[in-house]
């Protein structure tokens, strides 16, 4: 859609005939993501690739970059699928990030956590989001169940990480052009809800040394990663105001929906720019802006039929909904963001326009 008012055409590729992408595109491929005969056929409709989210086959990636650019790189992608090389990457570039082992029995898991001390979050390596993959262990002894549980093997990894007793999480959108140039958008303060982001607040609640920290890092990670593109930073802040990166994700994420409304110019606007070799935008905060993501429980709350009219009526509110063909409890179904002259005002809308959605 950004691309769209830039005069750009688009295709997508996906498994869904109508899933949301393919509503706003100038031409759809419905194949599965390894299908690499559709993977070349979407290199051969198109100038330039990316990709929406991390859990895209990196094969057809790779195979799409031997015949036209992609952007952020297969490398990069790569690095963000796999818990273990991400931790290792950012560990090697001198970033913090929370301790962690690398276990690959039952044994090794009930070894890790012994040492590291519970609380534990145990994850996957590979394809884990909005808390899926994940265990938090708080006894030693259920450390061997819990691996179990996450389907742990010699080929299947798992990661014990030190449980971090923060006190707010926040993230950072970095843009890196083709020439190297970056622009960061204004660090944003998250609060989650049984694994899945449920609030986005900008300015983050946090002093100016965390969000220079937490600029600086996303700024290291896309410079040592060589992003051109965007990547997503997902990081702590702990008590003691230590910076420690949890997540990566090289693509327009999430908490980086508030820009649409809240920013000069949006991570969408701003990744097509870089992609076609565009100056890139303005990053400034418009005004404190806060989102409030919508899950499928609404719908389920409401028989199927949120009341939207309560929420376009509240003032200076935008509502976003996806497309997707249908709900279930805590798929993320669309958003809303509202914008306000104080962060506080602009929250209390926010959270009272979701409620009012609702109501059955």
């Known amino acids: 859609m950004s691309a769209r008012t830039m005069g750009y055409r688009s295709v997508s590729l996906d498994p869904g005939v109508d899933c949301p992408g393919s509503q706003v595109t100038d031409h759809h491929i419905v194949a599965a993501y390894d299908d690499l005969g559709a993977a070349r056929e979407l290199a051969d409709r198109s100038d330039v690739v990316t990709y929406e989210f991390e859990n895209v086959d990196a094969t057809a990636i790779e195979?799409?970059?031997?015949?036209?650019?992609?952007?952020p790189s297969p490398s990069v992608l790569r690095v963000c699928q796999d818990r273990e090389i991400e931790k290792i990457s950012l560990r090697e570039m001198g970033i913090g990030v929370p301790e962690f082992r690398v276990v690959k029995s039952e044994g090794e898991a009930v070894e890790a956590v012994r040492e590291i001390g519970v609380p534990v979050v145990m994850k996957t390596t590979r394809w884990g989001y909005d808390g899926k993959g994940q265990s938090v262990v708080r006894d030693a002894g259920d450390a061997g169940s819990a691996f179990e549980g996450l389907g742990g093997s010699e080929g299947a990894p798992v990661i014990v990480e030190g449980f971090v007793d923060f006190e707010m999480e926040v993230s950072v959108v970095c843009a890196r052009s083709l020439d190297g140039e970056m622009r960061t958008f204004p660090v944003s303060e998250n609060v989650h809800v049984g694994g899945i982001l449920d609030t986005s607040i900008v300015p983050a609640r946090c002093s100016d040394a965390v969000k220079d920290e937490a600029v600086r890092i996303a700024m290291r990670i896309a410079?040592?990663?060589?992003?051109i593109g965007l990547i997503a930073v997902e990081m702590f802040v702990t008590r003691a105001g230590e910076v420690l990166v949890n997540e990566l994700a090289p693509r327009?994420?999430?908490s980086g929906h508030y820009t649409i409304e809240g920013c000069e110019t949006s991570?969408?606007?701003q990744l097509a720019r870089i992609m076609v070799g565009m100056p890139m935008g303005d990053v400034g905060l418009r005004s404190p802006t806060v989102m409030v993501n919508l899950l499928g429980d609404v719908w389920e709350s409401t028989d199927g039929a949120p009341d939207w009219s309560a929420v376009l009526g509240m003032p200076r509110t935008h509502l976003h909904l996806y497309g997707k063909s249908g709900y279930r409890i805590g798929r993320k179904m669309g958003h809303i963001t509202v914008t306000g002259e104080t962060v506080e005002g602009a929250l209390v809308v926010a959270i009272a326009a979701r409620e009012a959605a609702s109501r059955a």
Do not use: A, M, R, T
């Open 223 to 227: 410079e040592g990663l060589d992003v």
């Open 63 to 71: 195979v799409i970059s031997e015949l036209k650019p992609v952007y």
């Open 267 to 269: 991570q969408f606007e």
């Open 252 to 254: 327009p994420h999430n």
